[in-house]
């Protein structure tokens, strides 16, 4: 059974293992610098749908399917499914997953999702209540556009702190009793709110969040920086990445040689005018499930942080002048002998 340790980490005993994973993207993403690495991209992005949220949705189950056959499992053999993703009551999710018949867990974790989701989906698997568990979450950038910002064809100016809403989604599938990279703890983050009201600086808003949890992990587990292969933020894009090594180094906390930023790894800056980066729920879901989990078969990576940063606003927050609260949970996965 899992046992806490220190104040907000998790040690998972059973360690529920990562027997198949798959990301599906949209073309932009696909002519990045690991565009090779995805499973499948869609050229139009609409993933033969009429609308773009549609898209999403369809989007949600072709890679949930895919994680599922990539794995050597039937849909029939899932026990559970966790999964969110940024539209409003979280229908990409809901919607995208209605025909697969499997018991279904929504969260919301704004862009934090796809680490939030894995989390819940080892505490069950650890706990016994599931043998198998897919967790998954999207993100769209033409139907999070039309909620969050302008319709596309406002054709609004970007401010140079603006991150570009990846197109993709990520889907992991977990077991028991294998012999593959595991979920070896996990973190739930705090809510952090440092009064950033700019809905187009999340970078900025969600910093403090992934500073916090990585200073609770380390002292929770005794750990340093230097004990992981690397760390992987989830999308806090070239802004959010500075502001994320300042806060760790007042804590006398340097992560700037073991750190990369999935939002910063997703896009070619220049080339592909992204301004801060990459975002959205699928950006640290696609990179998971494709770049970081390939050098884990390669050998290149065998003890790692994933941390997937969330900004917790809605469009009727902004509109009301409300702050951006921050969350960032973390996720350490690990090669373990059994």
Same mark, same amino acid.
């Given at each position: 059974?899992?046992?806490?340790?220190?104040?907000?980490?998790?040690?998972?005993?059973?360690?529920?293992?990562?027997?198949?994973y798959a990301s599906i993207v949209g073309k932009k993403?696909?002519?990045?610098?690991?565009?090779?690495? &995805?499973?499948?991209?869609?050229?139009?992005?609409? &993933?033969?749908?009429?609308?773009?949220? +549609?898209?999403?949705?369809?989007?949600?189950?072709?890679?949930?399917?895919?994680a599922i056959k990539k794995s050597g499992l039937k849909?029939?053999?899932?026990? #559970?499914?966790?999964?969110?993703?940024?539209?409003?009551? #979280?229908?990409?999710?809901?919607?995208?997953?209605?025909? /697969?018949?499997?018991?279904?867990?929504?969260?919301?974790?704004? #862009?934090?999702?796809?680490? /939030?989701?894995?989390?819940?989906?080892?505490?069950?698997?650890?706990?016994?209540?599931?043998?198998?568990?897919?967790?998954?979450?999207?993100?769209?950038?033409?139907?999070?556009?039309?909620?969050?910002?302008?319709?596309?064809?406002?054709?609004?100016?970007?401010?140079?702190?603006?991150?570009?809403?990846?197109?993709?989604?990520?889907?992991?599938?977990?077991?028991?009793?294998?012999?593959?990279?595991?979920?070896?703890?996990?973190?739930?983050?705090?809510?952090?709110?440092?009064?950033?009201?700019?809905?187009?600086?999340?970078?900025?808003?969600?910093?403090?969040?992934?500073?916090?949890?990585?200073?609770?992990?380390?002292?929770?587990?005794?750990?340093?920086?230097?004990?992981?292969?690397?760390?992987?933020?989830?999308? /806090?894009?070239?802004?959010?990445?500075?502001?994320?090594?300042? /806060?760790?180094?007042?804590?006398?906390?340097?992560?700037?040689?073991?750190?990369?930023? !999935?939002?910063?790894?997703?896009?070619? +800056?220049?080339?592909?005018?992204?301004?801060?980066?990459?975002?959205? #729920?699928?950006?640290?879901?696609?990179?998971? !499930?494709? &770049?970081?989990?390939?050098?884990?078969?390669?050998?290149?990576?065998?003890?790692?942080?994933?941390?997937?940063?969330?900004?917790?606003?809605?469009?009727?927050?902004?509109?009301?002048?409300?702050?951006?609260?921050?969350?960032?949970?973390?996720?350490?996965? +690990? +090669?373990?002998?059994?």
């Amino acid at each position: 059974m899992a046992v806490r340790i220190g104040k907000r980490t998790i040690l998972l005993k059973n360690k529920p293992s990562i027997i198949g994973y798959a990301s599906i993207v949209g073309k932009k993403e696909h002519e990045g610098p690991i565009g090779d690495e &995805f499973d499948d991209y869609d050229e139009d992005c609409r &993933f033969g749908e009429k609308t773009f949220e +549609k898209a999403e949705s369809r989007l949600q189950t072709n890679t949930a399917r895919l994680a599922i056959k990539k794995s050597g499992l039937k849909e029939t053999d899932i026990d #559970c499914i966790f999964a969110g993703d940024l539209l409003n009551q #979280c229908i990409g999710s809901s919607f995208g997953l209605r025909e /697969l018949g499997i018991p279904f867990v929504g969260l919301y974790g704004a #862009c934090s999702t796809m680490a /939030l989701s894995m989390s819940m989906a080892s505490i069950m698997l650890d706990g016994g209540g599931a043998k198998r568990a897919v967790a998954l979450t999207s993100s769209h950038f033409c139907s999070a556009e039309r909620q969050y910002r302008f319709p596309l064809e406002y054709g609004s100016q970007r401010t140079p702190t603006a991150q570009w809403t990846v197109t993709g989604a990520g889907a992991v599938v977990l077991g028991e009793g294998y012999e593959l990279p595991c979920i070896n703890a996990i973190t739930i983050g705090e809510i952090e709110d440092y009064n950033i009201t700019d809905a187009n600086n999340m970078g900025a808003a969600m910093a403090p969040a992934a500073a916090a949890t990585l200073k609770h992990y380390f002292s929770d587990t005794g750990t340093s920086p230097d004990d992981y292969d690397i760390i992987y933020t989830g999308d /806090l894009g070239y802004v959010g990445t500075e502001l994320l090594y300042e /806060l760790l180094e007042r804590e006398k906390i340097d992560i700037r040689c073991r750190h990369n930023d !999935c939002g910063m790894l997703i896009y070619d +800056k220049e080339g592909q005018d992204v301004h801060a980066g990459g975002s959205g #729920c699928g950006c640290s879901a696609s990179v998971l !499930c494709s &770049f970081i989990m390939h050098r884990f078969e390669s050998g290149d990576f065998n003890n790692i942080l994933f941390v997937s940063t969330g900004a917790l606003m809605s469009p009727t927050s902004t509109m009301q002048g409300e702050s951006i609260p921050g969350i960032a949970h973390l996720v350490n996965i +690990k +090669k373990i002998d059994k």
